[in-house]
């Protein structure tokens, strides 16, 4: 009965020529159906590596740079029209890395591609990959991609340079060399259909093989003045509060977007809890002044630069002093 709704709507939206909704609803029926088929899923070998996340974000909750913004709407256009790609000879690409320090976005932006593909999202479990003993990390590994081909999904491998690290660093032992090397392997046999999104804080220390097998590497920098003022009027706003955002960002100063989020909640809860009796502007002149507290009391805590939002193209990657066997 759901499939045959679906499958209609899908027809009246094409038949309108709404192709997007249309291609989005028969994707996200298929991998329902996909889904479905592996009825006893959780008892396969691999799945225990993984912790599936219901996607929330939307790539419309998020502020990124228009030059991120195209790269992403690109590379869902591929993937919806994968058999066009195919019956070219191509494939779309389904391969991502993002960087950038610490609380700017790179998560969220994983999250909301899972669900702008409407695929299933999966985070990758450190402490249940990374074993003891020697060769068992590199076999877990295999273990955990032998599942994920098994049906379309956005996979998340965070803090990848837990894995991802330079071969020729002389201080590392041989296990984490066979681990790189057998990830490399896993991720040329991965099929298109999986996309794979790594995140770093420190892109310097990835093994150069590692960084070249991503097809999109964006750059997630700290927020400018402008961005974060954007980002609150989008939130706030969502939340039907009226703030006058230039004035707030001047007073928090620059702060990451989980800072910023964080912020926020405060913001709401207070008001929540508050009934209503407190006008915004108070609302947050009081957040603000514990905020203010609340950063100094980290004396030795440096608050990110401003700085502008760029892709890194596909033929660069930043310097490393590291020698690379």
């Known amino acids: 009965m759901l499939r045959t709704t679906v499958e209609t709507l899908a027809a009246e939206e094409r038949a309108q020529q709404h192709d997007a909704l249309a291609d989005r609803l028969t994707r996200a029926l ?3 159906v996909l889904h479905s088929s592996y009825g006893s899923q959780k008892a396969q070998p691999g799945r225990e ?9 939307k790539l419309s909750d998020l502020v990124l740079s228009p030059e991120v913004e195209q790269q992403c ?7 919806f029209r994968a058999d066009l790609l195919r019956s070219h ?8 890395l993002l960087s950038g320090p610490p609380g700017n976005g790179k998560t969220a932006l994983a999250e909301a591609l899972a669900e702008a593909l409407a ?8 402490d249940a990959l990374i074993a003891s003993y020697l060769g068992e990390t590199a076999q877990r590994l295999a273990r955990l991609f032998d599942y994920i081909r098994t049906i379309p999904c956005v996979v998340l491998f965070d803090e ?8 020729g660093d002389e201080h590392e032992t041989g296990e984490i060399k066979r681990v790189v090397s057998n990830f490399l392997l896993q991720v040329d046999a991965l099929p298109s259909y999986v996309v794979i999104v790594a995140a770093t804080n420190h892109p310097e220390l990835l093994d150069r093989a590692a960084w070249r097998r991503f097809q999109l590497r964006l750059t997630m920098p700290a927020p400018t003045a402008e961005e974060l003022a ?12 009226e703030v006058d955002v230039k004035k707030l960002v001047r007073s928090i100063g620059l702060v990451s977007y989980a800072e910023a989020t964080d912020f926020v909640l405060d913001v709401q809860r207070k008001n929540i809890l508050g ?4 006008t915004p502007k108070s609302l947050i002149e009081e957040k603000v002044r514990l905020w203010s507290k609340r950063v100094g009391g980290a004396p030795d805590a440096k608050r990110p630069r401003q700085t502008t939002a760029k892709v890194r193209s596909a033929g660069k990657r930043p310097k490393n002093t590291r020698r690379s066997t």
């Open 275 to 278: 009934l209503g009796q407190l």
């Open 89 to 96: 000879g191509l494939e779309p690409r389904h391969r991502v």
């Open 30 to 32: 298929n991998s329902q």
């Open 160 to 167: 990848f340079d837990a894995i991802g690290k330079e071969r």
């Open 119 to 126: 695929l299933p999202f999966y985070s990758v479990r450190y």
């Open 49 to 57: 590596l993984i912790s599936e996340v219901k996607p929330r974000k």
């Open 73 to 79: 709407a690109e590379l869902i256009e591929e993937q």
């Open 230 to 241: 954007k980002y609150f009027d989008k939130t706030f706003h969502a939340a039907d509060m």
